[in-house]
């Protein structure tokens, strides 16, 4: 029996009516009777993404699909399915079939280039973005995505340039704003980033990041007490808000009161997103208060590997002949820390990025070693063991005593650059030509650095006046023999300054001017390691001055 064209024109009507209840109703009796008529699957596909029921929309849908692959209207359904479910892989395949057959598109387009940005595909989502503004010039909104495109492959200049062609068409847009003073916070210019977010401030008021970011300017700009006073106005208006109050852990830092810090810092494990967990094992979180007489409690890495190192210490303050101790860390570590510890289990994860452990471990209580140090803070008042707590491996030292310093002076370590993913690094690394420009001649060097580039080998391979040796380190352990054998360690702000503090070694830290919340904003001392010196920036991104200074004391 013929499908009657009067039931369609009344669903339709009840679909343009917003009484998607009443069409699903209406629909799934016919498609009982015409189970091969996509437009009914579309229909019913879209009515239930309407009411919410993504499995049941997604079903019919694709049956429509399956019926016409030719059948656009069901693919930008599912297509924004998909995009509004959060997957965008899947919108993204759906919104080119569309462009397949539909090249001109453009809202198509444009939501293509979206869900490749939301899944980190930045370049790709510039490139429809670009094709998008070189059709229309006045797109405002293709043209604030390909700033934000530009500005995630870290195009400062060229996402600027998108934001303040927005603002040419559309001065109080305030998401270009707010980007602007992004970019500018983020390239260590706080007085200009200021500017832009309390512009974006006056146009909403009880925006809560705009705030924070107020705040952070502040605190940036070495105003500590005035960064304080703009958090404790976003926790007014959003007490549960975790952001404001993970950033007040900043000016507790800078300003020393560490204890204070720690506490704030706990509300990190609440902000959505943001703290990669490694282990997501059953065990409840240890409180810092409950017994572990008798019990294992697990110690889980959280950030970086210098952080593991730092937090380490605090590993002293419990007795492992009462509590089974298991530390996770990351891969590189675990020959280093076992060979200080030898009272302590230490089991490495497979994968720093994925957490994975090729064992599984059971206890009762599980605590990370970033919290360690808050839930242990009523049994210190000063940093425990802060001069020295890691020592290197004998075998380790030994190999490259005879390597290094045959009965010739012992040379240098040197460090130009952190990880290339850490979102500060554009601000605390310097690169290798800067820092060979600056190195005097006399001392032999040792490029501590892990994975030598060609073209920073061939840098050193072009300054003869400059001995500087690259040799292969397997891991943090091989790392602190050849430490061990130097005669002082000059490095940027990286996991080689820890383990050089750790060590208890002649160690220079060149710090930028915004500097990590664990250094303070004044003094060339630490008291996390005390036998380092710390070599600050006058003003953002004056690495000579910092660099003459340093050497002269090498």
């Known amino acids: ?246 950033l007040k852990s900043l000016p507790h830092f800078l300003a020393g009161d560490v204890k204070a810090g720690l506490e704030a810092a706990e509300w990190r494990l609440r902000l959505p997103g943001q703290i990669r967990v490694m282990y997501n094992g059953p065990e409840p979180a240890w409180d810092g208060v409950a017994s572990l007489a008798g019990k294992r409690l697990i110690i889980h890495a959280e950030q970086g590997l210098g952080d593991s190192i730092m937090m380490l210490r605090f590993i002293s303050l419990l007795d492992p002949a009462a509590t089974r101790i298991t530390v996770l860390v990351q891969r590189g570590l675990k020959g280093l820390f076992a060979a200080s510890f030898p009272d302590i289990e230490f089991i490495e994860f497979t994968n720093n990025q994925t957490g994975r452990l090729a064992t599984r471990v059971r206890g009762e209580y599980q605590c990370s070693l970033m919290s360690l140090a808050h839930l242990t803070a009523s049994r210190w008042t000063e940093l425990p063991v802060s001069r020295t707590y890691l020592t290197a491996p004998s075998e380790a030292a030994a190999k490259w005593a005879d390597q290094c310093v045959p009965g010739g002076a012992r040379p240098i370590g040197l460090v130009w650059r952190g990880s290339p993913t850490h979102v500060n690094d554009h601000n605390r ?39 500087v040796e690259t040799p292969e380190l397997e891991d943090f352990a091989d790392t602190a023999g050849l430490c061990s054998t130097l005669n002082a360690i000059l490095t940027v702000d990286t996991s080689v300054a820890h383990l050089a503090g750790a060590l208890g070694l002649r160690s220079f830290v060149l710090l930028p001017y915004i500097p990590d919340w664990r250094w303070g904003l004044a003094g060339h001392t630490t008291g996390w390691y005390p036998n380092m010196t710390l070599c600050r920036q006058p003003a953002p991104g004056a690495w000579e001055s910092v660099l003459e200074a340093t050497v002269m004391k090498l």
């Open 429 to 467: 690394s310097i690169g290798l030509q800067r820092l060979l420009h600056h190195l005097p001649q006399g001392p032999d060097y040792v490029a501590l650095q892990k994975d030598v580039t060609d073209e920073e080998r061939a840098l050193i391979d072009a300054a003869p006046a400059l001995k």
């Open 1 to 246: 029996m013929a499908l009657n064209q009067t039931d369609i024109t009344q669903l339709l009507a009840l679909f343009q009516q917003g009484k998607f209840s009443l069409v699903i109703k209406a629909v799934m009796p016919l498609i009982k009777k015409h189970r091969k008529v996509p437009g009914l699957h579309d229909l019913a596909g879209a009515a239930f993404a309407a009411t919410g029921d993504f499995a049941l929309a997604e079903r019919h849908l694709s049956e429509a699909i399956r019926l016409d692959p030719r059948l656009n209207s069901a693919r930008h359904n599912l297509a924004n399915l998909y995009f509004q479910a959060g997957d965008f892989d899947k919108a993204a395949t759906q919104f080119r079939a569309i462009l397949k057959r539909r090249p001109d598109d453009l809202p198509t387009l444009q939501k293509l280039g979206e869900s490749c940005l939301k899944t980190g595909m930045a370049e790709q989502a510039a490139s429809y973005f670009r094709n998008l503004v070189k059709r229309d010039e006045t797109n405002v909104t293709a043209i604030f995505y390909l700033g934000t495109a530009n500005r995630a492959l870290k195009k400062h200049n060229a996402a600027r340039e998108c934001f303040e062609r927005v603002l040419e068409l559309d001065a109080d847009h305030f998401d270009a704003i707010f980007n602007l003073g992004n970019i500018c916070r983020d390239n260590a210019r706080p007085e200009e980033a200021l500017a832009y977010y309390e512009r974006a401030h006056r146009l909403r008021p009880d925006h809560i990041s705009t705030m924070c970011n107020i705040g952070l300017c502040h605190v940036h700009s070495h105003a500590l007490d005035r960064g304080m006073t703009w958090f404790d106005r976003a926790i007014a208006k959003a007490p549960v808000n975790p952001e404001p109050q993970y």
